[in-house]
């Protein structure tokens, strides 16, 4: 995500060094005995089975959450099994034909039949299609080895990934449109999975590297349960390569990068909150069962998996999301939207709200400005709309690259053509960030000439955010009698004029989940 509002102000690993952020990580700190450490590594997440969940629907199942430190599913293979001294170009030739030919060798061996059989069912679904010539960018040998991937399993945080699809020695993951083709010990485009003996492995499962506390008008959703809070988690990882990221620090980094696994387990759960040091924020594990806990000690109606891209650590998202909907908790993804059709119908099953952002309305510009796609993007919103998940979009202007009022207007009648009026639009300021430091913020008036071409569009609900001293930039109107129903500022509800999701004034339908 790289919108102002989800951008990581919460407890990291370098700012839980540096500063008494929050009070999870107020205290001393926590010696984990061995019990406990073994018990970690037992632990959540070590199967977690949601009912619903459509496992034959996988291109691979593997064992639901593989209990921590499975020693024998997950092999030390040592040196990459494919030189990884090639020249850049000859790597993504072979990488391409891979890709051709990984295609023909499911279609044809004898244990690939039904492989080809789900790998055609994508092709010709339309959804974000088959881009064999993407040319993703992995990282070639660049997996954990030796007594760090060693710590890595020890630790639990390392789990057999979904959607992935068996190539021989190679494998080829299946969960947002980048078709990432690993060769052995190579590295994922979103720096969180490997390919360790022919399997694919998530090294972002149960070590979340920020967590906070948040309202959920922070997300932003402003039609969602309004008042609450969210617990929020991320990993790092993330799809794109957003230029003006603001949450860049975590979302451009290999899972090593925000976590140490060496020195004693650390588990957070709400037993373990009083004694917690902020020293120990790099080194601690939150297995799903940890993180709904906690989400019920500190009385959130909902977890939200945001600040940097959740599809990026897609295991961990969805083994929590399915222990909180057994607790009644809410979920929400707030996500760049970059996924396939199948994790994502997946996903919806467990999922009660979405913020999906939608970067602009051109194909060009998300290849420069984000290094993705935008056809995948609108893919994924009329899947949520179908699945009956409530969501709202972002719209973050960047000037020169998303400012062009033509290209609003566009997207808003796409919104309005194919998703109807009522799904809001959040239009978001730009502050400057990562590499795009020499543009300035977007200016005001920009801001306000989108919301007025986007309520010109016909859309009913649409905010400005970012940005403080905007008259109604967070005013919910209603769409019948115009009156303010909703009135915030600054992610804090002021008033609010909705009961039972209508309008107390005239009846009307306020579009959104307004009740538990
Ligand atoms: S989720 Fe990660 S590994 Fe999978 S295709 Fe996307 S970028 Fe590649």
Redesign the pocket.
Same mark, same amino acid.
């Given at each position: 995500m790289d919108q102002d509002q989800e951008k990581n102000h919460d407890v990291t690993w370098r700012e839980a060094a540096e500063s008494p952020a929050s009070p999870q990580a107020a205290g001393n700190v926590s010696p984990v005995t061995a019990g406990q450490a073994a018990s970690e590594n037992e632990g959540l997440g070590a199967g977690s089975p949601c009912p619903g969940q459509p496992r034959d629907e996988q291109v691979v199942s593997p064992p639901n959450c593989a209990r921590l430190g499975d020693g024998p599913g997950i092999p030390d293979t040592g040196a990459a099994a494919f030189p990884t001294a090639l020249p850049n170009g000859s790597r993504i030739r072979r990488r391409q034909l891979l890709k051709y030919g990984g295609m023909a060798l499911a279609g044809l061996g004898a244990a690939g039949l039904a492989v080809c059989a789900v790998y055609r069912g994508c092709a010709s679904s339309g959804f974000g299609g088959l881009d064999l010539g993407a040319g993703?960018d &992995?990282f070639p040998g660049d997996a954990p080895q030796g007594e760090l991937w060693q710590q890595w399993q020890r630790r639990g945080w390392v789990r057999e /990934?979904r *959607?992935?699809l068996p190539l021989g020695r190679n494998v080829? =993951? !299946? %969960? =947002?449109?980048?078709? =990432?083709l %690993?060769q052995p010990e190579d590295r #994922? *485009? =979103? !720096?969180? !999975?490997v390919n360790k003996g022919g399997k694919?492995y998530t090294l972002a499962y149960g070590n979340p590297c920020a967590f906070h506390n948040d309202p959920v008008e922070k997300k932003p959703l402003f039609h969602f349960l309004p008042g609450t809070e969210a617990f929020s988690i991320a990993t790092s990882?993330c &799809?794109f390569r957003c230029l003006n990221c603001q949450n860049w620090d975590i979302s451009q980094r290999k899972p090593e990068e925000t976590k140490d696994p060496r020195g004693e387990a650390v588990r957070l759960n709400p037993e373990q909150l009083s004694l917690l040091s902020r020293r120990d924020v790099d080194r601690l594990s939150m297995f799903p069962e940890d993180v709904v806990a906690l989400a019920e000690h500190f009385g959130s109606r909902s977890i939200a998996y945001t600040y940097s891209e959740p &599809? /990026?650590w897609?295991e961990y998202m969805m083994d929590t999301a399915c222990l909180a909907r057994q607790k009644k908790i809410k979920n929400l993804w707030i996500t760049c939207g #970059?996924?396939r059709e199948e994790p994502l119908v997946e996903l919806c099953k467990v999922l009660d709200g979405a913020n999906v952002d939608l970067k602009s309305f051109d194909e060009g510009v998300y290849r420069r400005l984000n290094a993705g796609r935008l056809q995948p993007i609108l893919d994924t919103l009329k899947v949520l709309k179908r699945e009956g998940v409530w969501f709202e979009i972002t719209n973050l202007i960047v000037p020169t690259y998303t400012d062009d009022m033509e290209m609003i207007r566009r997207m808003c009648e796409w919104l309005v053509a194919n998703l109807g009026p009522d799904y809001p639009l959040h239009v978001s300021r730009y502050h400057p960030d990562h590499k795009l430091t020499h543009l300035p913020p977007t200016p005001v008036e920009v801001l306000l000439q989108a919301r007025s071409v986007a309520r010109e569009c016909g859309l009913r609900y649409v905010y400005v955010g970012n940005v403080r001293g905007v008259e109604d930039a967070e005013t919910t109107f209603c769409p019948n009698c115009r009156r303010p129903v909703v009135c915030r500022d600054a992610f804090s509800v002021l008033s609010m004029d909705v009961a039972d999701g209508k309008c107390k004034f005239c009846n009307t339908e306020i579009a959104g989940v307004w009740t538990a």
């Open positions: 993703t &992995v /990934a *959607h992935y080829q =993951c !299946r %969960l =947002c449109p980048n078709d =990432c %690993l #994922s *485009h =979103c !720096r969180n !999975r694919l990882g &799809v &599809v /990026a897609y #970059s996924i």
